[in-house]
């Protein structure tokens, strides 16, 4: 069965930095379109970033860009988020989801990675 | 960017009652819609697409409708495993993908 597992989770401080990680599993990762998409406590639902099955396309929400890197192994059925210049407003939960192979919504999610920034 | 906007954002409803979830867009979005349940410590689930779709292994009381800027997620007889948070999203115009703001739906 399709398993997308987040992990790289924890704690920085405002400035730091950290790296997401999301194992995928139980289909042909190179096929598909990947994003990743979080929650701030208490808060909604927001787009982060997306990316294409070869890495050639790439999308950013604007309160990201810049700072956050989206990459992909599909040699290690991996997806990666790599976030610098963290603030305090990007804490959330961090959701790593597969993309519909017919259109852009989000047909498989993993459980969610927690990243604090805190000083 | 296309907003989207939930109602109500929490609905208290009994087992074995009907739940009606609504979700309204900024500007159309056809029926490019998409909507997910959120269940505590559990990976989001996508249960609706193209508006009125129902995804793989989804049980026929969630049912969706509408296009445009309105559309409803209908629950017909609420099972305990469903009392959790609905999201909507469309996926018509993007960047951004947009989500509503969600609906938590309680036992009353």
């Known amino acids: 069965q399709v398993q997308l597992v987040e992990s790289g989770e924890g704690l920085v401080k405002p400035g730091g930095s950290l790296r997401l990680s999301c194992a995928a599993s139980?289909?042909?990762?190179?096929?598909?379109?990947m994003t990743w998409i979080r929650q701030a406590p208490g808060k909604g639902l927001e787009w982060v970033s997306y990316l294409s099955r070869r890495g050639n396309t790439i999308y950013y929400a604007d309160s990201v860009k810049g700072r956050f890197t989206i990459s992909r192994d599909n040699t290690k059925n991996s997806l990666y988020l790599q976030m610098n210049s963290l603030r305090a407003d990007d804490t959330a939960v961090y959701y790593c989801a597969r993309m519909s192979s017919s259109w852009n919504y989000f047909d498989y999610w993993g459980q969610g990675a927690l990243v604090t920034v805190s000083s | 960017e296309i907003v989207m906007t939930q109602s109500p954002a929490s609905l208290s409803v009994s087992p074995g009652e009907r739940a009606t979830l609504s979700c309204r867009a900024s500007q159309s979005v056809s029926s490019n819609l998409a909507w997910y349940q959120w269940r505590p410590g559990q990976a989001p689930r996508l249960l609706i697409y193209g508006a009125s779709t129902r995804a793989t292994d989804v049980p026929p009381r969630f049912s969706g409708s509408g296009s445009g800027t309105e559309f409803t997620l209908t629950i017909s007889s609420l099972q305990s495993e469903d009392f959790a948070v609905y999201y909507c999203q469309q996926y018509n115009a993007w960047p951004p993908l947009t989500f509503g703001g969600g609906t938590r739906v309680e036992i009353k």
């Open positions: 139980g289909f042909t990762f190179s096929d598909y379109y």
